[in-house]
């Protein structure tokens, strides 16, 4: 029967033989993670003190080989330090963007924000002392189904991301042979017909604005008496979703140098998109949020009109200063910027998503709650995919898969092929026209 390979990190039978002299050599044969064997000796006036040198210099190889890579890693780590090693991962990913990392990082570690709610679940706090070998399927789902069943089922799916992430480190490392978070319960999507906002009720909601930025009472919100005057851009920001599709983000960082008005039809090029910073505030992402948002899209004429319009006005069109991210020989850097907003926020600075969030809220009132800007996307997507097809429509989105544009964005049922000749053929009645 063949001899069983000695484990990494780990030696053979020791040695030994004595000298001419009367001292006593050991040795053996360490194997390293690289997988090569590689011999050891030490001496000693006596066997057994050869034997306690040579130990000594394996446990300092050993010690030498746990602090790499390989070695970070055992049964017994705890998934604190996993989580640290899969965020050092994360932000060296240039397929992850910071808002990302800043979001896993967010769910991983408490806030330290004083207005935090401190009995929210987080990971290190919740399973950070588990070991590698405690963190069996079992006890994962445990932590997850727990998120779902206090109705937080969005927050259960980033931890489990995260997790699968965590524990595949350890399944890298050679800690656990697979990934216990694999055979978790399943969280199902409930598919739910996207909304969106047909030509009727699109026109009572663009009254509706009308008044609210007149001052007048709408249904849900009292009529303006005193502070900030109320945003007479609000309908034109939803206008240019509704004539391009593009996304909130990218809306609020148009400038005018990406428009084309002069051209037929009149294009806008999207490159940006407004971004939060975690400890850092706004700034102007000068790429798109993947590879296909990076597009120009044809604009319709009650978009060109609004943005002719709003040129024509003396008071848009100045340059403001904003803080820019920009990509510099493959690497990001913040930059101050001159930039000719077309939608600037008080004072000439980027406007903040959030902040027009709730100003929207405020201008939909009641009657149109349910009305956000995606609500917007998802009438230009279904549009497109009616007139065209999906394909279409995820390029005018900016997605690169079709399959999510139809999932989240296209409210029209998929029409099956025509059938209806084979079905007459082999079901129709012969004597349908019998009298």
């Known amino acids: 029967m063949p001899r069983p390979p000695t484990e990494l990190g780990s030696y053979g039978e020791i040695g030994t033989k004595e000298k001419d002299d009367g001292t006593w050599r050991a040795w053996a044969t360490f194997r390293g993670y690289d997988g090569k064997g590689r011999l050891v000796d030490a001496q000693g006036a006596t066997e057994n003190k ?91 789902d445990e932590h997850i189904q727990a998120i779902v069943e206090a109705g937080l089922k969005s927050k259960a799916r980033l931890h489990k991301v ?17 990934n216990p978070v694999r055979d978790t319960s399943r969280l199902r999507r409930r598919k739910t017909k996207p909304q969106i ?40 920001v939803a206008d240019l979703i509704l004539g391009s599709g593009v996304r909130p983000g990218e809306a609020l960082a148009a400038s005018w140098d990406q428009f084309d008005l002069k051209s037929e039809p009149a294009t806008f090029t999207v490159t940006a998109t407004v971004v939060r910073l975690k400890g850092k505030g706004l700034f102007r992402q000068e790429w798109t949020k993947t590879d296909a948002g990076h597009r120009t899209v044809a604009l319709p004429g009650f978009a060109v009109d609004m943005l002719k319009r709003m040129q024509d006005d003396p008071t848009h069109g100045q340059m403001c200063e904003v803080k820019s991210l920009r990509e510099v020989s493959g690497n990001v850097v913040e930059v101050d910027a001159k930039t000719p907003l077309v939608f600037p926020g008080r004072g000439g600075v980027l406007r903040d998503p959030h902040n027009f969030n709730r100003t929207w809220r405020d201008a939909r009132g009641t009657v149109y709650q349910d009305v956000t800007q995606y609500t917007f996307r998802r009438t230009v997507a279904t549009l497109i995919a009616e007139g065209a097809d999906a394909k279409t429509a995820a390029k005018q989105l900016g997605q690169s898969r079709e399959a999510i544009t139809e999932r989240h964005y296209i409210a029209s049922a998929e029409r099956a092929p025509d059938s209806s000749a084979v079905l007459e053929k082999g079901l129709g009645r012969d004597n349908r026209h019998a009298s």
């Open 50 to 140: 050869a034997k306690s040198e040579l130990r000594k210099k394996l446990a300092a190889r050993q010690k030498q080989y746990k602090g790499r890579a390989r070695g970070k890693v055992t049964r017994d780590t705890r998934l604190s330090i996993l989580m640290d090693m899969w965020l050092a991962e994360v932000r060296r990913d240039d397929g992850v963007d910071r808002q990302s990392y800043d979001l896993y990082q967010s769910e991983i570690d408490p806030s330290t924000d004083k207005r935090a709610k401190r009995d929210t679940v987080k990971l290190r706090s919740s399973l950070g002392n588990l070991r590698v070998w405690e963190a069996d399927t079992g006890r994962l």
């Open 162 to 178: 995260i997790l699968t992430g965590v524990m595949g480190l350890a399944v890298r490392y050679g800690a656990v042979p697979e």
């Open 197 to 236: 906002i047909d030509r009727e009720r699109l026109a009572g909601l663009r009254e509706q604005l009308r008044e609210w930025s007149a001052g007048n009472k709408i249904p849900g919100t009292p009529a303006y008496t005193h502070g900030p005057k109320r945003d007479q851009l609000i309908m034109d």
